[in-house]
Nanobody, 119 residues
């Protein structure tokens, strides 16, 4: 079982950067695929960045080239570096862990951290 705690959100101006961190407590963090989701006002939660347990990263078109996801299995941490932030990046950002079993997926969510981009 994992517990995920996000940090690093805040209020910034357009063009600024933020670095979100998600620290996992529990065992076998390295076997989980990790993702960052976000949910903007009046919108559904969407996957924006994903990194496999083999460190292969993928991004939604809306953030590709501006955001970078990484993980440090020794520190049980996944990070989202967000550069050139735009007002439309305003959302609650959630860390997600996923592991697929034959019996069904095992998933965990963090509580979220708010990012607001506004001038």
């Amino acid at each position: 079982q994992l517990q995920l705690v996000e940090s690093g959100g805040g209020v910034v101006e357009p063009g600024a950067s933020l670095r979100l961190s998600c620290v996992a407590s529990g065992s076998r963090f390295n076997i989980y695929a990790m993702g960052w989701y976000r949910q903007g006002p009046g919108k559904e939660r969407e996957l924006i960045a994903h990194i496999s347990n083999g460190h292969i990263a993928a991004y939604d078109d809306s953030v590709r080239g501006r955001f970078t996801i990484s993980r440090d299995n020794a520190k049980n941490t996944v990070t989202l570096q967000m550069d050139t932030l735009k007002p439309e990046d305003t959302a609650m950002y959630y860390c997600h862990a996923y592991y697929g079993l034959v019996s069904g997926p095992v998933e965990y969510w963090g509580q979220g951290t708010q990012v607001t981009v506004s001038s």
